[in-house]
């Protein structure tokens, strides 16, 4: 899709962001329609071209998508001068902006669930904040890509102390092992507390939420604000 990284930049660092709530009201058909009146946002111009000589589903879930994201991104907190730091940085390097909002717009295309784009936005604005290093960001998003979204609840379980163990009878094991899998969860053997039921013994796994894990819920759900 030509083009579309410039108008990606533009469309993310507009200053008519408010006409955003109610674009955000209307349909993909609807906002083909009305593409070319949505000046201050060519990005989604962009993409409707392409809609309009086919009906692709893949580009219409990127429009959706995008439109999620930038609307989250201009919600809620973010450093004005870090902000306009970041803006002027892109403008001025081109290997930059292909780089970084090349990566963001890929995942955003493969993203399935609307709500994962929302979260991508807070870990993004977590960047430019500088909370997060670019390196950082990409570990994130990529945990963002791998995790099912029915185990954000676990997780925040995890993270609140209402799970601290796993005991062999346990139905949620596959999901738990699946959080330890991406690396944002630690299980570990405790060897005390063993169970005796029926003559037979129950071997306790401690589970722990690490660093990463912390500090990636906190951001995608803002627990800090």
Not at 23 to 41: A, G, K, P
Not at 84 to 98: A, D, F, G, M, V
Not at 106 to 125: E, G, P
Request: overall charge negative; glycine content about 4%; some cysteine.
């Amino acid at each position: 899709m030509k083009n579309i990284i410039p108008s990606f930049r533009e469309s993310l660092f507009s200053e008519n962001t408010d006409i955003l709530i109610d674009i955000s009201e209307y349909t993909i058909d609807s906002l083909i329609e009305i593409s070319d009146t949505l000046t201050d946002f060519p990005i989604i111009k962009t993409i409707a071209s392409v809609l309009k000589g086919a009906h692709n589903i893949y580009d219409r879930n990127l429009l959706k998508n995008t439109l999620v994201f930038i609307k989250e991104l201009n919600s809620g907190e973010i450093d004005k001068d870090k902000y306009i730091s970041y803006k002027i940085t892109l403008e001025h390097n081109p290997n930059k902006c292909e780089e970084e909002l090349g990566r963001v717009v890929r995942i955003l295309n493969n993203i399935i669930d609307v709500s994962k784009s929302k979260m991508l936005a807070r870990l993004y604005k977590a960047y430019i904040n500088k909370k997060l290093m670019w390196e950082e960001f990409c570990e994130y998003s990529e945990i963002l890509n791998r995790i099912f979204i029915e185990d954000m609840t676990l997780l925040k379980d995890v993270y609140d102390g209402n799970i601290t163990f796993i005991s062999e009878t346990n139905r949620e094991n596959y999901r738990i092992h699946r959080l330890n899998s991406i690396g944002i969860i630690n299980i570990g053997l405790d060897k005390i507390t063993i169970e005796i039921l029926n003559k037979n013994s129950s071997l306790k796994q401690l589970v722990s939420i690490n660093d990463v894990g912390e500090n990636f819920l906190e951001i995608v759900l803002n627990l800090n604000h």
